[in-house]
């Protein structure tokens, strides 16, 4: 148990700030991304460095707290954040240094995306990773990481060369290829259940204009499209991306004014090839029929795209997710989809279905944490809202949609869009994997410490 002379202690050893209750920064500091979740932390460990998060880390087993780790904050179900326990923040562990001659980039774990394709952008690299520039590269990685890059390149654990860590026992260790390969394994696709992870080394890409963006159309003409897509993005060029939407269009620009606030289904492009030849792989695409009611897709600078969503979903709105990996798409599933697109309840809520074949695909299934390597989309349902008296209608909508579309999936979920959702569907999320990981688990936190998160349990080896 703590005591007020060990929390002084504690204070007077770390570089970084320690809140408590109280403390002017303690409410904004205990704040995250999904302001559903309202969570009061005993302490806040501001860890400016890597001996404040040993330091961290060592209290929180010395005193028997329940400890969190908060980098984005973007985490759906608020694990990044606990009641009464320890949260340590790495928000201000940001650094980043790109190496222009191997064409890799050192991040620390409280980095995140936006922060990350700055500094990548200056030298005409990119590492795949997500689609909203506010997430945490921490907990992104950890969970395996999809975004616009990840038929091209693969997924953001695809790109991860080694990982500092900070273990339960307060060591201090790189694991990588060749050093605590096990560890290694286990975080790429584990989540945070293995340590802090201080700082990512990333094999950066050249990646600097896109030809990207959406194509929208109305719900009565959409499902000759989703058809067209289900088909087409299996085997489409690995240089091109397009997760397919259903939304609610924001009533701004660059949205034409007839369609604010319609409900539409389309497909957010990214071809991240050759610039002189993205006009004629679009050609097709643009004559489909039937035609796009909005075509905004064009050249842009690749954080410009990661960072397009920005606008429409700051920090401290109510979020709800449910997701699935998808295989296949079938007629059934697209009615399904249509029908719930119709009844999307609130202007910022509907449904992405994420590619994660091509490159993805080229790496087996035990290679990594990662256990769904065969399917071809990862699919997440989002009610989302500003408004907390709208909290229950954006659940209601979401679990509903979940259950009707759910007997088309291929099983399990990309981890980071479960929500609180038990032991049994993180094992069917690792499928095979699971009994290894809790294998490597118990080698490293034996007594659970990082629990929450995903959590899988240890278990001791025969």
Known sequence: ???????????????????????????????IYNSMIDKHPRLIARCEDVADVILAVNYARDNNLVLAVKAGGHSAPGLSVCDDGLVIDLTHMNGI??????????????????????????????????????TGIGGLTLGGGSGYL???????????????????????????????????????????????????????????????????????????????????MLDAPEDLYGFFAFLQVPPGEPFPEAYHNKKMGGIIWCYSGDMDKAEKVFEPIRNLVPKPAIDLVGPIPHPALQGMFDPLFPPGHQWYMKGDFITEIPDEAIDQHIAFARKIPTLLSGIHLYPINGAAHKVKEDATAWAFREANWSQVIIGVDPDPKNKDKIIEWARAYHDA???????????????????????????????????????????????????????ATA
């Open 150 to 232: 990840t038929r091209k390149y693969g997924l953001s654990i695809d790109n991860l060369l080694e990982a500092d860590m900070v273990l339960a026992d307060g060591s201090f260790v790189t694991a990588s290829e060749d050093k605590h390969e096990d560890l290694f394994w286990a975080i790429r696709g584990g989540g945070g259940n293995f340590g802090v992870v201080t700082s990512f080394l990333f094999q950066a890409h050249p990646v600097s204009m896109d030809y990207a963006g959406p194509m929208l159309w109305e719900l009565d003409q959409v499902k000759p499209v989703m058809q067209w897509y289900r088909d087409f």
């Open 1 to 31: 148990m703590t005591t007020e002379t060990s929390i002084q202690d504690f204070k007077a050893a770390l570089l970084g700030e320690l809140l408590q209750p109280g403390n002017a920064g303690y409410d904004e500091a205990r704040k």
């Open 97 to 134: 240094r790109v190496n222009k001659d191997d064409k890799t980039v050192r991040v620390e774990g409280g980095c995140t995306l936006g922060a990350l394709d700055h500094a990548t952008h200056a030298f005409g690299l990119a590492v795949p990773c997500g689609v909203i520039s506010t």
């Open 405 to 459: 579309i759910h007997p088309y999936a291929a099983g399990g979920a990309y981890v980071n869009f479960l929500m609180d959702e038990g032991e049994e569907r993180i094992k069917d999320t690792y499928r095979g994997n699971y009994d290894k990981l809790a294998r490597i688990k118990y080698k490293y936190d034996p007594d659970n410490l990082f629990r929450m998160n995903q959590n899988i349990k240890p278990l």
